[in-house]
């Protein structure tokens, strides 16, 4: 008896540890605007660039999953409080479920669920009002970023061209040239957390099909996402041929 009190005391403190570390590390990306900061002062849209970069550095289903876990940390934590290790496992249990359930996409759907059941609404009503303010986001960003590109394409050429002008340095170029390689892995970044943000909602558009739901609204929704995206995707990758067919730095 003792054993098996001494094995399930350790395994809440594993369950714990494991908990902790996940939530530092679950439904986020590392992203380019969390290393340094430039050293040139910033245009509006380059700080909103990487504003935006923070919002999707995290993950719809990854946020469902951390707060599984901090749930169960949560229900331990107040179990063993108790004195009692039956009641930190099964506060733990609750917990987990009370969080989001682990998983991701069971996390999100659990909660819909929840939340529809509370305002007495079909479920597929408060994703649709997800997808759809997630692609209001998205437009705002799209255009926040069309502005980067303009500005930092404007920037280049201007660059060249006072370089053939003698009237700028190879080391002013080269300056200007850092510069378009941070705007171009910030967008990648950005564009990397809006398709995956646009593929976990497809995940859940399939999770809704399978429970019998019309889904066409939502899926229209995240094709017209997707179809931006590929976009500024082909107009970020032009850029950075720009760059590299052109440098001088």
């Known amino acids: 008896m003792g054993m098996v009190m001494r094995w399930g005391r350790n395994s809440i403190v594993v369950l714990m540890a494991v908990a902790l570390a996940a939530c530092q590390t679950t439904g986020g990306r590392t992203s380019f605007a969390e290393q340094d900061k430039p050293q040139y002062a910033m245009t509006a849209a380059e700080k909103q660039l990487e504003d935006d970069n923070e919002i999707y550095n ?18 331990a934590v107040i179990g063993l409080a108790t004195g009692n290790l039956r009641n930190a496992m099964i506060g733990a249990g609750v917990g987990a479920i009370g969080g989001g359930v682990v998983g991701g996409l069971d996390g999100y759907m659990v909660a819909k669920k929840q939340e529809a059941a509370r305002k007495k609404v079909r479920e597929i009503m408060l994703v649709t009002e997800d997808v759809e303010k997630e692609n209001d986001n998205l437009n705002r960003s799209i255009a926040n970023m069309d502005v980067v590109i303009d500005q930092t394409r404007s920037s280049l050429e201007k660059s060249r061209a006072d370089f053939k002008a003698g009237t700028a340095t190879v080391a002013d170029v080269r300056r200007t040239e850092d510069r378009v390689e941070r705007n171009l892995a910030s967008m990648g970044d950005l564009i990397d957390g809006m398709e995956t943000r646009n593929k976990e909602y497809a995940e859940i558009s399939k999770a809704l099909k399978k429970q019998g739901e019309d889904t066409t609204k939502i899926d229209a929704e995240i094709a017209k996402a997707k179809e ?3 976009q500024k995707k ?6 950075e041929q720009d760059l590299e067919q052109g440098r001088i730095g």
């Open 228 to 230: 931006q995206i590929a």
């Open 234 to 239: 082909k107009e970020r990758s032009l850029l």
């Open 58 to 75: 995290d993950t719809i289903l990854g946020g469902a999953a951390e707060g599984a876990l901090k749930g169960a940390l949560l229900g």
